[in-house]
């Protein structure tokens, strides 16, 4: 109750309404927690704007953890746990039947545009197949605009697909220093064959100019973020199981990840290997194991995700890699402290707050003009295109441009 949490919170900053800040929405969990609150359309709202990006649980003096208490809560409301006790309510309950409808409603929507569409790798690399062949025949622009929001979220270019079943793992065993290679596990992500398939083309490129063998099972699933955030518990930790079970070589050395928020989702449990993001991983290689960069006289704008930042806590990575490569100046966002808005699937669910969020982001980087923009997190990454019409890169994705 002390409210140091209040001020750090991106959601309350757009409204300064406390049942949209990390306090008020613990009160409320705490009302429906005992009857005295019903899960309306009001109540619902408020907590489902929430981001999870953990600004207040870092900031938090007595350790709430914030986060758990949110995915839990997620998952009561999805499963239709809290009914008000009129008994101990305190103010009367003016839901109506159409106010509790429209959240199920919507919440089915969102559910099963989750399990059908975004947590399923091939399903997305045919719709990006398909976006990008109507961008090429030029109705991109128009897509955007009767998509609404929806339309705006789109990235103007999508990069080639990539296929995982393709994929020959190289059986080199020393890189160019001479060193010995290590087997690694690549878990792509849901994003890996369309959104995010040229960071997944570059990140193989450099593991393999480093001397790794590496391996990307074709059976790997969602890594389960949307679920463990948006009210699926269950599924969230079958998934986790099933990724276990696909990287249970023994051989590997490390799982390495593309993207903060799906190695965040790994680690909750432990794997057969050290599970690990590209760029921390990549960031920490001994010198002897780098073959020398190509200089690249670039600023280079570096976006923090939530997610590498308080939950990986790993945010001096990104630049400490990017300034292996000669020339190259990187420029952090003074904006790093905050959301960008994207959070997952908030992006669709709350447009206007997701636009919102990312506004002072845009803003900055139009001020500072960087050549590009890199983050560690598709997620982050396409929503911030979106607003500035060019790509943002996965940092390494200007590691295997130095290469070249
Ligand atoms: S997780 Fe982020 S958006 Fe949610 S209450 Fe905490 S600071 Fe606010
Ligand atoms: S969550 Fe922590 S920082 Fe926020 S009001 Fe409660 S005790 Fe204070």
């Not at 039947?97 to 089915?108: F, G, H, I, N, S």
Request: one cysteine or more.
């Amino acid at each position: 109750m002390c409210g140091i949490c209040v001020p750090h919170c991106p959601t309350f900053g757009l409204t300064q309404n406390e049942a949209d800040g990390p306090r008020g929405r613990i009160s409320l969990a705490l009302g429906l927690s005992s009857g005295q609150l019903a899960a309306d359309a009001t109540v619902v709202d408020h907590l489902d704007r929430c981001l999870s990006c953990l600004a207040c649980e870092s900031v938090c003096p007595s350790r709430v953890a914030y986060g758990s208490l949110m995915d839990h809560l997620r998952t009561a409301l999805a499963a239709g746990d809290f009914t008000a006790d009129m008994t101990t309510q305190r103010t009367p309950d003016t839901t109506t039947v159409d106010e509790a409808a429209l959240p199920k409603a919507a919440r089915r929507i969102w559910t099963a545009l989750r399990n059908r569409v975004l947590s399923r790798r091939r399903m997305m690399g045919r719709l990006g197949s398909l976006l990008r062949i109507l961008q090429r025949l030029g109705l991109g622009g128009a897509l955007r605009t009767l998509g609404g929001p929806w339309g705006r979220a789109l990235p103007r270019q999508l990069p080639k697909r990539f296929h995982p079943a393709a994929h020959r793992p190289a059986t080199h065993k020393t890189n160019e220093t001479g060193r010995s290679a290590r087997r690694v596990g690549l878990f792509i992500g849901c994003t890996g064959e369309a959104l995010n398939s040229d960071a997944v083309r570059a990140g193989i490129r450099v593991l393999q100019a480093l001397g790794h063998i590496v391996e990307i099972p074709e059976g790997q699933a969602c890594c389960g973020a949307m679920h463990q955030h948006g009210g699926d518990l269950a599924t969230a930790t079958r998934l986790r199981a099933e990724n276990r079970q696909v990287f249970s070589d023994p051989d590997l050395t490390a799982i390495v990840v593309i993207g903060t928020a799906c190695t965040a989702e790994l680690q909750r449990e432990p794997q057969a290997a050290p599970v690990v993001e590209i760029t921390d991983y990549l960031a920490n290689l001994p010198d002897a194991d780098w073959p020398p960069l190509n200089p690249l006289a670039i600023r280079a704008g570096i976006h923090l995700p939530c997610s590498q930042t308080r939950v990986l806590k790993q945010p001096g990575s990104t630049e400490r890699l990017l300034r292996r490569i000669p020339d190259l100046t990187p420029v952090p966002l003074a904006t790093n402290d905050r959301c960008c808005g994207a959070a997952g699937m908030h992006v669709l669910m709350y447009p206007d707050q997701a636009e919102a969020l990312r506004a002072p982001k845009l803003e900055e980087i139009e001020r500072l003009k960087p050549d590009c923009v890199v983050s560690a997190n598709i997620g982050c990454a396409t929503h911030l295109a979106a607003g500035l019409g060019v790509a943002v890169r996965h940092p390494v994705e200007l590691i295997a441009r130095a290469l070249a």
